[in-house]
Protein backbone atom coordinates (compact mmCIF):
# COMPACT_ATOMS: atom_id res chain seq x y z
CA UNK A 1 0.00 0.00 0.00
CA UNK A 2 1.61 3.64 -0.92
CA UNK A 3 0.35 6.94 0.08
CA UNK A 4 0.45 9.64 -2.36
CA UNK A 5 0.52 13.11 -1.86
CA UNK A 6 -0.11 15.73 -4.60
CA UNK A 7 1.28 19.39 -3.24
CA UNK A 8 0.47 22.49 -5.59
CA UNK A 9 0.67 20.38 -8.44
CA UNK A 10 0.94 23.04 -11.39
CA UNK A 11 1.25 21.72 -15.33
CA UNK A 12 1.19 24.25 -18.51
CA UNK A 13 1.14 22.84 -21.93
CA UNK A 14 2.57 26.14 -23.84
CA UNK A 15 -0.37 28.99 -22.63
CA UNK A 16 -2.86 26.03 -21.09
CA UNK A 17 -2.42 25.49 -17.34
CA UNK A 18 -3.79 22.20 -17.48
CA UNK A 19 -3.20 21.57 -13.49
CA UNK A 20 -3.55 25.10 -11.55
CA UNK A 21 -2.31 24.29 -8.15
CA UNK A 22 -3.93 20.70 -7.01
CA UNK A 23 -3.16 19.73 -3.43
CA UNK A 24 -4.37 16.12 -2.73
CA UNK A 25 -3.50 12.96 -0.50
CA UNK A 26 -4.18 9.27 -1.55
CA UNK A 27 -4.24 7.70 1.68
CA UNK A 28 -2.68 3.51 2.08
CA UNK A 29 -5.62 2.01 0.05
CA UNK A 30 -8.14 4.62 -1.10
CA UNK A 31 -10.07 4.92 -3.72
CA UNK A 32 -10.44 8.19 -4.79
CA UNK A 33 -12.81 9.58 -8.27
CA UNK A 34 -12.18 12.76 -9.87
CA UNK A 35 -15.01 14.11 -11.76
CA UNK A 36 -15.21 17.39 -13.96
CA UNK A 37 -16.37 18.51 -17.50
CA UNK A 38 -14.30 17.95 -20.22
CA UNK A 39 -10.86 19.44 -20.38
CA UNK A 40 -10.48 19.94 -16.15
CA UNK A 41 -7.47 18.52 -15.99
CA UNK A 42 -8.15 14.91 -14.96
CA UNK A 43 -6.01 12.97 -17.59
CA UNK A 44 -3.08 15.45 -16.81
CA UNK A 45 -3.26 15.05 -13.63
CA UNK A 46 -2.92 11.24 -13.77
CA UNK A 47 0.21 11.71 -16.76
CA UNK A 48 1.72 13.81 -13.37
CA UNK A 49 1.46 10.61 -11.35
CA UNK A 50 2.35 8.04 -13.67
CA UNK A 51 5.55 10.06 -14.84
CA UNK A 52 4.36 10.86 -18.46
CA UNK A 53 5.18 14.41 -17.72
CA UNK A 54 7.29 16.38 -16.18
CA UNK A 55 5.48 19.18 -14.13
CA UNK A 56 5.76 22.91 -14.02
CA UNK A 57 5.43 23.53 -9.74
CA UNK A 58 4.63 21.46 -7.02
CA UNK A 59 6.03 18.28 -5.88
CA UNK A 60 4.49 14.56 -5.95
CA UNK A 61 5.19 11.97 -3.26
CA UNK A 62 4.91 8.15 -2.86
CA UNK A 63 5.20 7.21 0.80
CA UNK A 64 7.35 9.99 1.67
CA UNK A 65 9.41 9.91 -1.43
CA UNK A 66 9.84 12.71 -4.03
CA UNK A 67 9.32 10.81 -7.36
CA UNK A 68 10.37 13.95 -9.46
CA UNK A 69 12.77 12.55 -11.62
CA UNK A 70 11.25 8.52 -11.62
CA UNK A 71 10.33 6.78 -14.67
CA UNK A 72 6.97 5.57 -15.27
CA UNK A 73 8.33 2.25 -15.00
CA UNK A 74 9.80 2.43 -11.91
CA UNK A 75 6.88 3.90 -10.30
CA UNK A 76 4.80 0.61 -9.62
CA UNK A 77 1.71 1.99 -11.08
CA UNK A 78 -0.87 0.39 -13.03
CA UNK A 79 -2.55 2.59 -15.67
CA UNK A 80 -5.44 2.29 -17.96
CA UNK A 81 -5.46 5.38 -20.57
CA UNK A 82 -8.28 7.27 -22.15
CA UNK A 83 -7.74 5.39 -25.01
CA UNK A 84 -6.58 2.09 -24.28
CA UNK A 85 -3.12 2.48 -25.88
CA UNK A 86 -2.29 -1.78 -25.62
CA UNK A 87 0.37 -2.42 -28.19
CA UNK A 88 -1.06 -3.28 -31.56
CA UNK A 89 1.58 -5.68 -32.63
CA UNK A 90 1.41 -7.39 -29.43
CA UNK A 91 -1.19 -10.14 -29.04
CA UNK A 92 -3.89 -10.16 -25.57
CA UNK A 93 -1.41 -12.70 -24.17
CA UNK A 94 1.45 -10.42 -25.15
CA UNK A 95 0.50 -7.14 -23.99
CA UNK A 96 -0.60 -8.67 -20.21
CA UNK A 97 2.91 -10.37 -19.93
CA UNK A 98 4.86 -7.48 -21.15
CA UNK A 99 4.77 -5.99 -17.75
CA UNK A 100 5.41 -9.04 -15.97
CA UNK A 101 8.65 -9.87 -18.15
CA UNK A 102 9.98 -6.13 -17.46
CA UNK A 103 9.89 -7.16 -13.99
CA UNK A 104 11.02 -10.37 -14.50
CA UNK A 105 9.18 -12.86 -12.86
CA UNK A 106 9.61 -16.82 -14.23
CA UNK A 107 7.58 -17.86 -17.31
CA UNK A 108 5.54 -19.68 -14.84
CA UNK A 109 4.12 -17.14 -13.01
CA UNK A 110 3.75 -15.19 -16.17
CA UNK A 111 1.50 -17.85 -17.69
CA UNK A 112 -0.50 -18.11 -14.62
CA UNK A 113 -0.79 -14.65 -13.78
CA UNK A 114 -1.97 -13.81 -17.95
CA UNK A 115 -4.58 -16.51 -17.24
CA UNK A 116 -5.99 -15.61 -14.12
CA UNK A 117 -6.51 -12.03 -15.29
CA UNK A 118 -7.94 -12.86 -18.62
CA UNK A 119 -10.75 -15.05 -16.83
CA UNK A 120 -11.08 -11.92 -14.26
CA UNK A 121 -12.31 -9.98 -17.18
CA UNK A 122 -14.22 -13.01 -18.83
CA UNK A 123 -11.51 -12.71 -22.03
CA UNK A 124 -10.70 -16.50 -21.56
CA UNK A 125 -10.18 -18.10 -25.22
CA UNK A 126 -8.62 -14.52 -26.38
CA UNK A 127 -5.37 -14.42 -25.62
CA UNK A 128 -4.29 -15.27 -28.90
CA UNK A 129 -5.86 -11.95 -30.66
CA UNK A 130 -4.48 -8.24 -31.41
CA UNK A 131 -6.27 -5.44 -30.22
CA UNK A 132 -7.59 -4.75 -33.82
CA UNK A 133 -8.96 -8.57 -33.75
CA UNK A 134 -10.84 -6.81 -30.65
CA UNK A 135 -14.00 -4.93 -30.20
CA UNK A 136 -13.91 -1.47 -28.03
CA UNK A 137 -15.22 -2.82 -24.93
CA UNK A 138 -12.86 -6.34 -25.41
CA UNK A 139 -10.15 -3.62 -25.98
CA UNK A 140 -10.69 -1.55 -23.13
CA UNK A 141 -11.00 -4.98 -20.52
CA UNK A 142 -7.77 -5.60 -21.71
CA UNK A 143 -6.30 -2.29 -20.81
CA UNK A 144 -7.94 -2.82 -17.36
CA UNK A 145 -6.60 -6.52 -16.88
CA UNK A 146 -3.00 -4.87 -18.30
CA UNK A 147 -2.80 -2.92 -15.48
CA UNK A 148 -4.15 -5.35 -12.88
CA UNK A 149 -1.76 -8.26 -13.60
CA UNK A 150 1.26 -6.12 -12.30
CA UNK A 151 -0.38 -6.45 -9.08
CA UNK A 152 0.40 -2.33 -8.64
CA UNK A 153 0.84 -0.52 -5.72
CA UNK A 154 -1.57 2.34 -7.46
CA UNK A 155 -4.20 2.03 -10.12
CA UNK A 156 -4.82 5.21 -12.22
CA UNK A 157 -7.93 4.34 -14.55
CA UNK A 158 -9.02 6.79 -17.15
CA UNK A 159 -12.40 6.28 -18.00
CA UNK A 160 -11.53 2.39 -18.23
CA UNK A 161 -15.35 1.27 -18.30
CA UNK A 162 -16.87 3.80 -20.63
CA UNK A 163 -17.35 1.79 -23.20
CA UNK A 164 -18.92 -1.32 -21.89
CA UNK A 165 -22.56 -2.17 -21.76
CA UNK A 166 -24.61 -1.40 -18.32
CA UNK A 167 -24.28 -5.19 -17.18
CA UNK A 168 -20.54 -5.73 -17.98
CA UNK A 169 -19.93 -2.16 -16.46
CA UNK A 170 -21.59 -3.54 -13.24
CA UNK A 171 -19.73 -6.36 -13.42
CA UNK A 172 -16.36 -4.51 -14.21
CA UNK A 173 -17.00 -2.19 -11.67
CA UNK A 174 -17.82 -4.67 -8.76
CA UNK A 175 -14.37 -6.17 -9.67
CA UNK A 176 -12.33 -3.43 -9.65
CA UNK A 177 -13.52 -2.23 -6.24
CA UNK A 178 -13.40 -5.67 -4.70
CA UNK A 179 -9.88 -6.01 -6.35
CA UNK A 180 -8.78 -2.58 -4.86
CA UNK A 181 -10.07 -3.17 -1.15
CA UNK A 182 -8.43 -6.87 -1.11
CA UNK A 183 -5.35 -5.83 -2.43
CA UNK A 184 -5.45 -2.56 -0.99
CA UNK A 185 -4.05 -0.80 -4.55
CA UNK A 186 -4.48 3.43 -3.95
CA UNK A 187 -6.60 4.08 -6.84
CA UNK A 188 -7.16 7.29 -9.06
CA UNK A 189 -10.25 7.30 -10.87
CA UNK A 190 -11.67 8.97 -13.38
CA UNK A 191 -15.06 8.77 -14.86
CA UNK A 192 -17.65 11.29 -16.31
CA UNK A 193 -20.07 9.13 -14.57
CA UNK A 194 -21.46 10.55 -11.65
CA UNK A 195 -23.36 7.62 -10.33
CA UNK A 196 -19.97 5.47 -10.49
CA UNK A 197 -18.05 8.16 -8.89
CA UNK A 198 -20.67 8.00 -5.86
CA UNK A 199 -21.03 4.57 -5.79
CA UNK A 200 -17.56 3.13 -6.22
CA UNK A 201 -15.47 6.12 -3.97
CA UNK A 202 -14.02 6.56 -0.63
CA UNK A 203 -13.69 10.20 -1.78
CA UNK A 204 -14.77 12.46 -4.74
CA UNK A 205 -12.56 15.08 -6.48
CA UNK A 206 -14.66 17.85 -7.88
CA UNK A 207 -12.30 19.95 -10.78
CA UNK A 208 -12.99 22.53 -12.79
CA UNK A 209 -10.35 24.87 -14.66
CA UNK A 210 -7.46 22.71 -13.71
CA UNK A 211 -8.39 23.40 -9.59
CA UNK A 212 -10.08 21.38 -7.30
CA UNK A 213 -13.48 22.25 -6.06
CA UNK A 214 -14.36 20.12 -3.68
CA UNK A 215 -12.69 16.81 -2.13
CA UNK A 216 -14.86 14.61 -0.15
CA UNK A 217 -16.73 11.41 0.71
CA UNK A 218 -19.98 10.87 -2.09
CA UNK A 219 -22.35 12.03 0.63
CA UNK A 220 -20.59 15.21 1.90
CA UNK A 221 -19.94 15.97 -2.01
CA UNK A 222 -23.78 15.05 -2.65
CA UNK A 223 -25.60 16.81 0.40
CA UNK A 224 -23.45 19.56 1.11
CA UNK A 225 -21.52 20.48 -1.93
CA UNK A 226 -18.96 23.35 -2.22
CA UNK A 227 -20.42 25.65 -4.46
CA UNK A 228 -23.33 26.04 -6.75
CA UNK A 229 -21.28 24.74 -9.74
CA UNK A 230 -20.12 21.67 -7.49
CA UNK A 231 -23.93 20.93 -7.04
CA UNK A 232 -25.01 21.22 -10.58
CA UNK A 233 -22.08 19.01 -11.70
CA UNK A 234 -22.80 15.95 -9.34
CA UNK A 235 -26.18 15.17 -10.06
CA UNK A 236 -29.00 16.68 -10.71
CA UNK A 237 -29.45 20.18 -8.47
CA UNK A 238 -32.07 22.74 -7.91
CA UNK A 239 -30.02 26.12 -7.20
CA UNK A 240 -32.61 28.80 -6.28
CA UNK A 241 -31.43 32.99 -4.91
CA UNK A 242 -32.43 33.61 -2.14
CA UNK A 243 -32.37 36.30 1.10
CA UNK A 244 -32.48 35.27 4.64
CA UNK A 245 -35.45 36.69 6.42
CA UNK A 246 -38.30 36.15 8.75
CA UNK A 247 -41.13 34.35 8.22
CA UNK A 248 -44.74 36.23 9.35
CA UNK A 249 -44.19 34.22 12.65
CA UNK A 250 -40.43 35.92 13.36
CA UNK A 251 -38.88 32.50 12.52
CA UNK A 252 -36.20 32.75 9.93
CA UNK A 253 -36.45 31.82 6.50
CA UNK A 254 -35.51 32.36 2.96
CA UNK A 255 -37.01 34.87 0.84
CA UNK A 256 -36.63 34.06 -3.16
CA UNK A 257 -38.41 34.06 -5.92
CA UNK A 258 -40.41 30.33 -5.60
CA UNK A 259 -41.63 31.32 -2.25
CA UNK A 260 -40.27 31.32 1.72
CA UNK A 261 -38.40 28.45 1.83
CA UNK A 262 -36.99 27.22 5.45
CA UNK A 263 -33.69 27.38 6.47
CA UNK A 264 -31.55 24.20 5.61
CA UNK A 265 -30.96 22.82 8.98
CA UNK A 266 -27.48 23.27 10.88
CA UNK A 267 -26.63 26.66 8.78
CA UNK A 268 -26.46 29.28 11.05
CA UNK A 269 -26.99 32.57 8.73
CA UNK A 270 -27.44 36.20 9.52
CA UNK A 271 -30.73 37.97 8.25
CA UNK A 272 -30.17 39.32 4.98
CA UNK A 273 -27.64 37.29 3.93
CA UNK A 274 -27.51 36.38 0.38
CA UNK A 275 -26.91 33.04 -0.75
CA UNK A 276 -28.31 30.84 -3.82
CA UNK A 277 -30.27 27.09 -2.13
CA UNK A 278 -29.31 24.08 -3.25
CA UNK A 279 -32.55 21.49 -3.61
CA UNK A 280 -32.04 17.82 -4.93
CA UNK A 281 -35.04 16.88 -6.58
CA UNK A 282 -35.75 14.32 -4.11
CA UNK A 283 -35.98 16.86 -1.33
CA UNK A 284 -39.09 18.70 -2.38
CA UNK A 285 -42.24 16.95 -2.39
CA UNK A 286 -45.34 17.46 -4.34
CA UNK A 287 -48.68 17.46 -3.34
CA UNK A 288 -52.11 18.12 -4.90
CA UNK A 289 -52.89 21.58 -4.92
CA UNK A 290 -55.79 22.24 -1.57
CA UNK A 291 -59.51 23.73 -2.76
CA UNK A 292 -59.22 27.50 -3.01
CA UNK A 293 -61.66 28.13 0.33
CA UNK A 294 -58.90 25.76 2.44
CA UNK A 295 -55.83 27.37 0.95
CA UNK A 296 -54.58 29.37 3.76
CA UNK A 297 -53.52 33.33 3.32
CA UNK A 298 -50.09 32.58 3.36
CA UNK A 299 -48.94 29.48 1.92
CA UNK A 300 -45.76 29.59 2.34
CA UNK A 301 -46.17 29.95 6.12
CA UNK A 302 -47.90 26.49 6.27
CA UNK A 303 -45.08 24.61 4.23
CA UNK A 304 -46.46 24.59 0.86
CA UNK A 305 -45.97 26.63 -2.14
CA UNK A 306 -48.41 26.74 -5.38
CA UNK A 307 -46.58 25.60 -8.54
CA UNK A 308 -47.29 24.21 -12.42
CA UNK A 309 -46.44 21.12 -13.27
CA UNK A 310 -44.92 22.15 -17.02
CA UNK A 311 -43.96 18.06 -17.89
CA UNK A 312 -43.38 15.11 -16.33
CA UNK A 313 -40.83 12.54 -17.79
CA UNK A 314 -40.88 8.66 -16.88
CA UNK A 315 -38.00 6.48 -15.51
CA UNK A 316 -38.97 3.33 -14.63
CA UNK A 317 -38.50 3.61 -10.69
CA UNK A 318 -39.25 7.48 -10.33
CA UNK A 319 -40.78 10.05 -12.16
CA UNK A 320 -39.15 13.44 -13.11
CA UNK A 321 -41.03 16.30 -13.17
CA UNK A 322 -40.76 20.08 -14.28
CA UNK A 323 -42.55 22.29 -12.48
CA UNK A 324 -42.77 25.83 -12.94
CA UNK A 325 -42.94 28.51 -9.57
CA UNK A 326 -41.89 32.28 -9.45
CA UNK A 327 -40.65 32.20 -12.69
CA UNK A 328 -38.17 29.40 -11.79
CA UNK A 329 -38.04 25.35 -13.24
CA UNK A 330 -37.60 23.01 -10.86
CA UNK A 331 -36.73 19.47 -11.24
CA UNK A 332 -38.72 17.34 -8.62
CA UNK A 333 -38.40 13.30 -8.47
CA UNK A 334 -41.32 11.51 -7.08
CA UNK A 335 -42.05 7.23 -6.84
CA UNK A 336 -43.57 6.13 -9.60
CA UNK A 337 -46.53 5.34 -10.57
CA UNK A 338 -47.11 9.40 -11.54
CA UNK A 339 -49.80 11.43 -9.61
CA UNK A 340 -49.68 14.60 -11.39
CA UNK A 341 -49.90 15.48 -15.37
CA UNK A 342 -48.62 17.74 -16.94
CA UNK A 343 -51.15 21.46 -16.22
CA UNK A 344 -51.94 20.26 -12.79
CA UNK A 345 -51.45 23.00 -9.93
CA UNK A 346 -49.92 20.92 -7.37
CA UNK A 347 -48.34 22.43 -3.84
CA UNK A 348 -44.49 22.07 -2.92
CA UNK A 349 -42.59 20.79 -0.23
CA UNK A 350 -39.33 21.81 1.17
CA UNK A 351 -38.00 19.80 3.32
CA UNK A 352 -35.16 21.33 5.61
CA UNK A 353 -33.24 18.66 6.50
CA UNK A 354 -32.74 18.16 2.79
CA UNK A 355 -31.73 21.65 1.54
CA UNK A 356 -28.15 23.23 1.73
CA UNK A 357 -27.36 26.46 1.23
CA UNK A 358 -23.91 27.74 -0.83
CA UNK A 359 -22.53 31.61 -1.71
CA UNK A 360 -24.78 33.49 -3.68
CA UNK A 361 -23.85 32.52 -7.44
N1 LIG B 1 -0.25 17.60 -24.87
C1 LIG B 1 -0.99 18.71 -24.74
N2 LIG B 1 -0.67 19.85 -25.33
C2 LIG B 1 -1.39 20.97 -25.16
N3 LIG B 1 -2.49 21.04 -24.41
C3 LIG B 1 -2.89 19.93 -23.79
C4 LIG B 1 -2.18 18.69 -23.91
N4 LIG B 1 -2.82 17.77 -23.17
C5 LIG B 1 -3.88 18.39 -22.62
N5 LIG B 1 -3.94 19.68 -22.97
C6 LIG B 1 -4.91 20.67 -22.53
O1 LIG B 1 -4.92 20.68 -21.11
C7 LIG B 1 -6.25 20.79 -20.61
C8 LIG B 1 -6.58 19.60 -19.73
O2 LIG B 1 -6.61 18.44 -20.52
P1 LIG B 1 -6.92 17.00 -19.91
O3 LIG B 1 -6.65 16.00 -20.98
O4 LIG B 1 -6.19 16.83 -18.65
O5 LIG B 1 -8.48 17.12 -19.64
P2 LIG B 1 -9.51 16.03 -19.06
O6 LIG B 1 -10.06 16.57 -17.79
O7 LIG B 1 -8.86 14.70 -19.03
O8 LIG B 1 -10.67 16.07 -20.16
P3 LIG B 1 -11.57 14.87 -20.79
O9 LIG B 1 -12.66 14.64 -19.81
O10 LIG B 1 -12.08 15.48 -22.05
O11 LIG B 1 -10.69 13.70 -21.03
C9 LIG B 1 -7.14 20.92 -21.85
O12 LIG B 1 -7.38 22.28 -22.07
C10 LIG B 1 -6.31 20.31 -22.94
O13 LIG B 1 -6.65 20.87 -24.20
MG1 LIG C 1 -9.16 12.98 -20.10
Same mark, same amino acid.
Given at each position: ????????????????? *????????????? #???????????????????????????????????????????????? +?? &?????????????? !??? #???? +?????????????????????? /??????????????????? *???????????????????? !???????????? &??????????????????????????????????? /??? @?Q?ASPEVVYDMPASA?VA??VG?ANVV?GVVGVR??GLPAIHS???LLPLPLGLQLAIGTRLSVVAR?QAIG??? *??????????? @???G???????? =?? &????????????????????????? =??????????GFDAARLWAVEA?
Amino acid at each position: MTTVVIQSLVKRYGATT *AVDGISLQIEHGE #FISLLGPSGCGKTTTLRCLAGFETIDEGRILFDGRDVAGLPPEERDIG +MV &FQSYALFPHMTVAG !NLA #FGLE +MRRLRQAEIDRRVRAVLDLVQL /GGLGARYPRELSGGQQQRV *ALARALVIEPKILLLDEPLA !NLDATLRDEMRT &FIRDLQKRVGISTLYVTHDQAEAMTMSDRVVVMFG /GRI @AQAASPEVVYDMPASAAVARFVGQANVVPGVVGVRADGLPAIHSPVGLLPLPLGLQLAIGTRLSVVARPQAIGLSA *ARAANSASADG @AAAGGVAANIAA =RY &FHGAFIDYRVAVGGQMLSVQAPAPA =RHQAGDEVQLGFDAARLWAVEAA
